[in-house]
């Protein structure tokens, strides 16, 4: 891979010698004729100016220039106007040559492929063989709260781009957002509702990693685990609200019974792209994750009198900061998916005050280009309890139904009563 990198330099390198080399002639070209321009203002005859334009292009002819020298036959056209139209379209290379340096890097190589998937994999909350959480040096981006203070969502400020990512956001430190990609008007004014007519399931929860626990998970009890507690999300979307939904315990975290996440999210895929197919009324896709965070740190509320695990909405930009756009993990839905996020957030925000975190923004893909309604949800972390966890499905599922099912705007949201189980 090294070589390869080094074969990549080199040929930038020439590339952009050639393009100097390229702009040096043209500057010249453009001083003679300035010169010969200064000479025919003095007096000189029309027929040593068209006489030298003639040297100049069997000149250019000679050195191979063969697109500047080209004037096409019966064209009336003055030397000024060639000089000019031919150097706009060789200027250009320079910029050009810096400009593939962006689209090569984002041609990886299949080692780099792997490791960008086993990174994708491992990065929200990284374990090592024993399962036993590896922190890494990214601040924290969690605020611990015990109650929460109300924001305001009004369009006038959710409009300012400071102000919206002050509030609502974390970008990690390997991509990068700007006010054209998380444009709050654009967003918010995204529909988000579901058809609820005909039959079949509208929404699909499932779990890139089905072994994550809690502080008082009991080994070999599924249900006090995360797929447990999107067993109960699901009842209360079926049961509570309405909204049929169909819950896919799959496990692709485990490789030979042991803990592996390398290639969870690759391993997940055309499970869930196969479920998709066969379920064609699927609108909204959950990947249910809880967080991993330092021992000290508890993600805790108080919502209607109950502890309830603060909740995290977290979107895959498909780009880094390095590379730019990563085209072999092409998201055509990147905008629904921040739609959908912020759309939620600002409903929690205005109804439950301090349930949700920052929603996360990251450089990978993280399976969201399923469907435009889709979301990762990391809930609560290794230091919750399992009671807390269920506490949190409640109002998570009822602010799904606040947007999925009711019309959602900042302004509507505000004083409307969200049920609460």
């Known amino acids: 891979m090294q070589t390869a990198v080094l074969r990549w330099s080199d040929d930038v390198g020439q590339k952009q010698r050639i393009s100097r080399i390229i702009i040096v002639i043209i500057l010249g070209i453009l001083a003679v004729y300035a010169c010969m321009h200064i000479r025919v203002s003095l007096g000189i005859e029309k027929r040593s100016q068209t006489r030298i334009n003639r040297i100049l292009m069997d000149q250019a002819k000679r050195s191979y220039l063969t697109g500047f020298a080209y004037i096409e036959e019966g064209k009336?056209?003055?030397?000024?106007?060639?000089?000019?139209?031919?150097?706009?379209?060789?200027?250009?290379?320079?910029?050009?040559?810096?400009?593939?340096?962006?689209?090569?890097?984002?041609?990886?190589?299949?080692?780099?492929y792997q490791m960008i998937v086993a990174q994708q994999a491992n990065d929200e909350n990284a374990v090592d063989e024993n399962g036993q959480l590896i922190l890494n040096d990214d601040p924290v981006p969690e605020v611990v709260q015990t109650s929460g203070t109300p924001i305001d969502t009004s369009m006038e400020n959710l409009m300012n781009y400071e102000y919206l990512v002050g509030n609502f956001y974390t970008i990690d430190s390997n991509t990068m957002a700007d006010p054209e990609l998380l444009n709050a008007e654009k967003l918010m004014g995204k529909d988000m509702t579901i058809d609820q007519s005909g039959d079949g399931p509208r929404v699909l929860i499932y779990h890139t990693h089905s072994q994550e626990a809690f502080a008082d998970s009991v080994e070999g009890d599924v249900n006090t685990t995360i797929v447990g507690i999107g067993s109960y999300l699901t009842e209360l979307l079926n049961n509570t609200y309405g909204i049929q939904t169909l819950h896919h315990e799959g496990v692709y975290d485990l490789v030979n019974g042991q803990l592996d996440r390398s290639m969870a999210y690759e391993l997940a895929e055309p499970e869930i792209q196969a479920i998709l197919q066969e379920n064609p009324s699927i609108e909204v896709v959950i990947d249910l994750h809880r967080d991993g965070v330092a021992e000290g740190t508890h993600l805790v509320t108080e919502i209607n009198g109950k502890p309830t695990a603060q909740i995290m909405f977290f979107n895959g930009l498909s780009r880094t900061r390095a590379n730019g756009n990563i085209s072999y993990l092409p998201n055509p839905y990147i905008e629904d998916n921040l739609a959908f996020s912020l759309q939620l957030q600002i409903a929690a925000t205005n109804q439950f005050p301090g349930f949700t975190r920052h929603i996360y923004l990251r450089g990978y893909r993280y399976n969201m280009h399923f469907k435009p309604k889709t979301l990762l949800v990391e809930a609560g972390a290794q230091t919750n309890t399992v009671e807390e966890m269920r506490n949190a499905m409640e109002i998570l599922a009822a602010t799904l139904h606040n947007v999925l099912v009711k019309s959602n705007t900042p302004q509507q949201t505000t004083g409307i009563e969200i049920e609460a189980q």
Do not use: C, N
């Open 76 to 112: 009336e056209e003055s030397l000024k106007d060639w000089v000019t139209e031919a150097a706009m379209g060789f200027i250009p290379l320079g910029t050009y040559v810096e400009g593939k340096e962006t689209s090569h890097t984002d041609v990886e190589d299949q080692e780099t």
